[in-house]
C-alpha cells in the first residue's frame, strides 16, 4: 500500500514520492494498485488525451484512491487537445474525490467496460463536450454497475456535433444498481439526470436546473432535469427528496420506463411540464408540483402529491435560488403534515409533500402528568376515565382533555376556557385551526362569522372550478365508526353551491362521500376505492339557502355498508332523503368535509356541529 504523488512541476521519471512527483495524471493512474492512493497536488494541470485505469482492481477493504493532497485545490484541465478525460476501465474499488474536471473534449469521467463498486465524492465537472465521437456527458457510467456519486456537481456541459443532444450532466446507461446521492446538474445542453437503459438505479437528494439549453440560451438537447428511461428496458429506480426546476422541457420524466419506478418527496417548479410518467404503476408519492403542468397515464399509482390534494400554492418561504429557504415550505404551508408514510424520517404527524421537510413545531407532551377520573353512567356503575393534565404553554393547552361524567353530563377537566363539551360531539371546529387536517386546507378556514353551535364553524374560502376538501385521518378525536348515526349543520350561500361530508375516511385516496352536488340537483353519495372514483347512490333533495340545514347520515345501521341520507331544514321539515350502498370501508374511520362553487354557485360553504346522535 502505497502512496504516490503528483505535481504540476514533476516528472514521470521521478519515483513519484512527496519530493519527487509525477508530472502527469495518466501515469499516476497507471502506477495504482489496490490499497494504494494517488495523491494530487494543488494546481491546475493539463492532461491531453485519455487519462486511464485499466483493469485496476482494488478490493472492499483496500481501494484504490485518486485523491486532492490535504485540501488542496486541484483542477484537470483537458482544453490543450481534440478528444481527452477521465476514464477507469475495468476497475474496481477505485475512489475518485476532491477535484475538478474541467473542459474535456469527451466525457469528463467515464467509467465503462464493467467497472463497479467505485465511488466518486465531491467533483465538479464543467464544460465537457466537443469531441464528435462521444457524447459530452458530464459523469458517465456505461455498463458499469453498483457505483456511488455522491456531492459532485456537473454543469454547462454541451456537444456542438448534436446540437446539444447528448451532453447530460449524469448519465446512468446499462449501469444497475448505481447510486447519485446529494449531486447538481445545471446548464448542460441536454439533460440533468440520464438513466437510458438503467434499471434500479438511485437519485436520492439531488438537484436539477437549467438543463436543456446551449451556452447562448437557446433551447438544445431533451431539457429534462431528471429522465428516467429509455430504450429496450429501463426503470425500477427510486427517486427520492429531488428538486428539478426551470428545466426547458420537464422536471421528472419516465421517458418510457417499463418497468415501475417509485418517486417520493421530489420537488418540481416552474419547468413546463413538472411530472410525466405513463406506460406501467410507476408510484408517485408525497410530491410536490407548483407552477408546470403534470401529465400522468391512467395506470400511474399516484396519491398524497400535491395534485392528489388540490395543493396549487404551496406557499415555498423563498423562490429566490440564492436564498438558503428556496423552495422550502413556509410554516403555514398547506403542504405540511399532508402527505404518508414512505419510509423517509419526517416530523409531525404525517410527512410534508416536496423534497424538504420543515422542522417539527410540535410540543413534547411525553412526561404530561397522569390523570384518572372516576365516571358515573346513567345506570350507576363507576369506571376511570385516563388522560393527561393539562398545561398552558403560553399559547394553548398540550394535553387531550380528560373529561368526567357528573351525572347529567361530561365535563371537560382543565379545559381552557371552563365550556362543557358534549360527548356526542364529532367536530365543532372550537379548536379554532385545521392542524388535524390534511388536503385543501388553504380552501378552508375556521370562522367566528357564523356557527350553528358553538362559537366556531369551517368555511369554504374559494370558490372556482374545483372541489376542495379537508380530511382528518387517525385523530381520535375526528373518528367516526362503522355502525352509527351522525347529524352535520350546513350552510350554503347558493343553491348552485355543493357541499359533501365525508366518512369512512382513510386517506385521500379512499372514503365515502354523502352530501348536496348541485350538478346532480340532488343528493349524491359516492366513494373512492384506491383513488378510482364512483358514485354509488343519490336522492332527492330541494336545499335551503341562507340559513343551516341539517343533515342526518347513517352508516351501516339499516344494513351492511348502507348509507343512508335525510335532509332536514331549520325547522325540522324533510326536504331530502337518499341511500345507496358503498364498499367496506368499515375499518376506516376519518372524516372530512369538501365543497365546490364550480356549477354556477357563490359560495361561501359552512359546516358545522358534526355528532353522533
Not at 417539527?360 to 388522560?387: E, K, M, P, Y
Not at 385543501?440 to 376542495?468: C, N
Not at 355502525?483 to 347558493?494: A, I, K, N, Q, S
Amino acid at each position: 500500500m502505497t502512496d504516490y504523488f503528483l505535481a504540476t512541476d514533476g516528472d514521470d521519471a521521478n519515483s513519484g514520492s512527496i519530493d519527487a512527483p509525477f508530472g502527469t495524471l495518466d501515469h499516476l493512474m497507471g502506477a495504482l494498485s489496490a490499497g494504494d492512493t494517488g495523491y494530487v497536488r494543488g494546481g491546475t494541470h493539463y492532461p491531453t488525451g485519455f487519462a486511464d485505469g485499466s483493469a485496476q482492481q482494488g478490493t472492499a477493504t483496500a481501494p484504490i484512491r485518486l485523491t486532492a493532497y490535504d485540501g488542496e485545490d486541484v483542477v484537470f484541465d483537458f482544453s490543450g487537445d481534440t478528444y481527452g478525460a477521465l476514464r477507469l476501465w475495468d476497475c474496481a474499488y477505485w475512489e475518485l474525490s476532491d477535484f475538478t474536471v474541467r473542459d474535456s473534449p469527451s466525457y469528463g469521467v467515464y467509467c465503462f467496460g464493467g467497472t463497479h463498486d467505485c465511488t466518486l465524492e465531491n467533483l465538479v465537472v464543467d464544460g465537457s463536450g466537443g469531441d464528435p465521437e462521444t457524447s459530452g456527458a458530464g459523469i458517465y457510467f456505461y455498463q458499469a454497475p453498483d457505483n456511488l456519486v455522491r456531492n459532485c456537481v456537473s454543469r454547462n456541459n454541451y456537444d456542438p456535433s448534436s446540437g446539444g443532444g447528448n451532453a447530460d450532466g449524469f448519465v446512468g446507461e446499462s449501469a444497475g444498481g448505481t447510486v447519485f446521492e446529494d449531486c447538481v446538474a445545471y446548464g448542460n445542453s441536454d439533460d440533468g439526470f440520464d438513466l437510458w437503459r438503467g434499471e434500479n438505479e438511485v437519485i436520492r437528494g439531488c438537484v436539477a436546473y437549467d438543463n436543456g439549453y446551449d451556452p447562448d440560451g437557446n433551447e438544445a438537447g431533451d431539457g429534462n432535469g431528471f429522465k428516467l428511461g429509455g430504450g429496450a428496458t429501463s426503470g425500477g429506480h427510486r427517486i427520492e427528496r429531488c428538486v428539478s426546476y426551470r428545466n426547458a422541457a420537464r422536471g421528472f420524466h419516465y421517458n418510457e420506463a417499463d418497468i415501475p419506478i417509485e418517486m417520493v418527496n421530489c420537488t418540481a417548479w416552474q419547468n413546463p411540464t413538472n411530472f410525466w410518467f405513463a406506460e406501467v404503476e410507476h408510484v408517485l408519492r408525497n410530491n410536490l408540483s407548483a407552477e408546470g403542468g403534470e401529465t400522468l397515464g391512467t395506470v400511474v399509482d399516484d396519491a398524497y402529491n400535491s395534485w392528489n390534494l388540490g395543493i396549487t400554492s404551496p406557499s415555498f418561504a423563498s423562490t429566490d435560488p440564492t436564498s438558503p429557504d428556496f423552495l422550502r415550505l413556509s410554516t403555514d404551508s398547506p403542504a405540511i403534515d399532508v402527505g404518508t408514510d414512505v419510509g423517509l424520517s419526517y416530523n409531525g404527524e404525517a410527512p410534508d409533500l416536496g423534497a424538504y421537510e420543515t422542522e417539527s413545531t410540535a410540543t413534547d407532551t411525553t412526561t404530561a402528568a397522569a390523570l384518572n377520573v372516576a365516571t358515573r353512567a346513567d345506570d350507576g356503575t363507576i369506571a376511570f376515565q385516563s388522560g393527561a393534565l393539562m398545561a398552558h404553554d403560553g399559547a394553548g393547552w398540550v394535553a387531550p382533555t380528560p373529561r368526567y361524567y357528573d351525572g347529567t353530563e361530561f365535563v371537560a377537566v382543565g379545559s381552557d376556557d371552563g365550556t362543557t363539551t358534549d360527548p356526542a360531539l364529532v367536530e365543532g371546529f372550537e379548536s379554532g385551526d385545521l392542524s388535524a387536517y390534511q388536503g385543501d386546507r388553504s380552501a378552508f378556514a375556521v370562522t367566528t362569522d357564523r356557527a350553528a353551535a358553538g362559537d366556531h364553524s369551517l368555511v369554504g374560502t374559494t370558490g372556482g372550478s374545483e372541489w376542495k376538501s379537508v380530511l382528518a385521518v387517525g385523530d381520535a378525536d375526528r373518528s367516526l365508526a362503522y355502525g352509527t348515526t351522525v347529524r352535520v349543520r350546513v350552510f350554503l350561500t347558493d343553491s348552485a353551491d355543493s357541499a359533501i361530508v365525508r366518512f369512512g375516511v382513510a386517506g385521500s385516496s379512499n372514503w365515502i362521500g354523502a352530501g348536496y352536488n348541485a350538478n346532480e340537483n340532488g343528493i349524491q353519495i359516492s366513494e373512492a376505492v384506491a383513488g378510482s372514483w364512483s358514485q354509488v347512490g343519490g336522492g332527492s333533495l330541494t336545499p335551503v339557502t341562507g340559513e343551516w340545514m341539517e343533515w342526518e347520515i347513517a352508516w351501516g345501521v339499516g344494513g351492511d355498508d348502507l348509507v343512508e341520507v335525510t335532509c332536514y331544514d331549520a325547522a325540522g321539515t324533510q326536504i331530502g332523503a337518499g341511500s345507496a350502498t358503498a364498499s367496506d370501508h368499515r375499518s376506516d374511520e376519518g372524516i372530512g368535509f369538501e365543497y365546490t362553487a364550480q356549477y354556477g354557485g357563490t359560495g361561501p360553504v359552512y359546516f358545522d356541529d358534526l355528532r353522533v346522535v
